[in-house]
């Protein structure tokens, strides 16, 4: 008779703990529309990258098109718990862009991917969020140049210029700057990212902003910042500058640090794996199926 309870007990709990996970996945609203990228073939990336770690609801928001009327574009962002930008076109409205920012300030996750860091360069808020940006006439005036210089010194650099560079897209090494960090914690020191766009010389506000990976650009001569978090309000905030296209999306590091860095920026701990084909510092590793 003991035995049997405990056994119940036990299946009990298993159903208790099924019942939990299934009943409560992460909810995830990507925004796209409008980009300077391939969004049309990079959403359906980045929503099966988050699918595949079983423990996120990915819903996506569309935009209207660049020029038309953005006034209906007012997505419920307080029914999600992240939110994963792919958007890099026209201004939100005025109401959009509030509660975007209350979302942020009152404990929502964003997570920011490659050229959404381009988006929005007069959005003071915005910027706040993502702590670096480029392009879109951003310079001394968005704030420092962030970066480490050949040292491996953290420099904040005020100097003049354009923010947003890149040369033509390579394999790179990501050099992980954090190890304790829940993102990045586990991971090799350094990995081989597949080809994609080294952004170099970004640059904005970064305030409450920790590197937790970088990547050395021989344009700038400076390990570039790669993957971020920025605390902004209560709110958790991942910035990966990687991302340009479809190949840069299948390699398993960036596959990583996007689940783990919405799972962080939904709920400030993380429990997805680093995966067993993890890329290594001299061998990279893509899904392409
Ligand atoms: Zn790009």
């Given at each position: 008779m003991v035995r049997k309870h405990m056994w119940l007990t036990g299946?009990?709990?298993?159903?208790?703990?099924?019942?939990a996970w299934a009943d409560s996945p992460l909810r995830v609203l990507i925004v796209d529309g409008q980009n300077n990228h391939q969004w049309k073939k990079t959403t359906p990336l980045l929503k099966s990258a988050l699918e595949d770690a079983g423990c996120f609801q990915v819903?996506?928001?569309?935009?209207?098109?660049?020029?038309?009327?953005?006034?209906?574009?007012?997505?419920?962002?307080?029914?999600?718990?992240?939110?994963?930008?792919?958007?890099?076109?026209?201004?939100?409205?005025?109401?959009?862009?509030?509660?975007?920012?209350?979302?942020?300030?009152?404990?929502?996750?964003?997570?920011?991917?490659?050229?959404?860091?381009?988006?929005?360069?007069?959005?003071?808020?915005?910027?706040?969020?993502?702590g670096l940006g480029g392009w879109g006439g951003r310079n001394e005036s968005s704030g420092p140049y962030v970066y480490?210089?050949?040292?491996?010194?953290?420099?904040?650099?005020?100097?003049?210029?354009?923010?947003?560079?890149?040369?033509?897209?390579?394999?790179?090494?990501?050099?992980?700057?954090?190890?304790?960090?829940?993102?990045?914690?586990?991971?090799?020191?350094?990995?081989?990212?597949?080809?994609?766009?080294l952004y170099d010389s970004l640059r904005g506000p970064a305030e409450n902003m920790k590197i937790l990976g970088t990547a050395f650009s021989n344009k700038s001569g400076r390990?570039?910042?790669?993957?971020?978090?920025?605390?902004?309000?209560?709110?958790?905030?991942?910035?990966?500058?990687?991302?340009?296209?479809?190949?840069?999306?299948?390699?398993v590091g960036f596959i990583t640090v996007l689940q783990r860095g919405t799972e962080w920026a939904a709920t400030g701990k993380v429990t997805l794996p680093i995966p067993d084909d993890f890329p290594s510092a001299d061998k990279s590793s893509a899904r392409t199926d």
């Open positions: 299946v009990f709990a298993i159903l208790v703990t099924a019942t819903d996506v928001a569309t935009s209207p098109s660049s020029g038309q009327d953005m006034s209906s574009f007012t997505p419920k962002f307080q029914d999600y718990q992240v939110v994963v930008s792919n958007y890099n076109g026209d201004l939100w409205p005025e109401a959009t862009r509030k509660a975007f920012q209350r979302f942020v300030e009152t404990g929502g996750g964003f997570v920011c991917v490659h050229a959404a860091d381009n988006a929005f360069p007069k959005w003071d808020e915005y910027n706040r969020m993502i480490l210089d050949k040292d491996e010194k953290l420099v904040r650099d005020d100097r003049q210029g354009p923010g947003g560079s890149h040369g033509a897209r390579h394999e790179f090494q990501v050099i992980i700057r954090d190890t304790t960090h829940p993102i990045t914690k586990g991971m090799p020191g350094a990995w081989l990212h597949t080809d994609d766009e390990h570039e910042p790669m993957i971020m978090t920025i605390d902004y309000g209560e709110g958790r905030v991942m910035h990966t500058a990687m991302g340009h296209h479809e190949p840069s999306m299948q390699c």
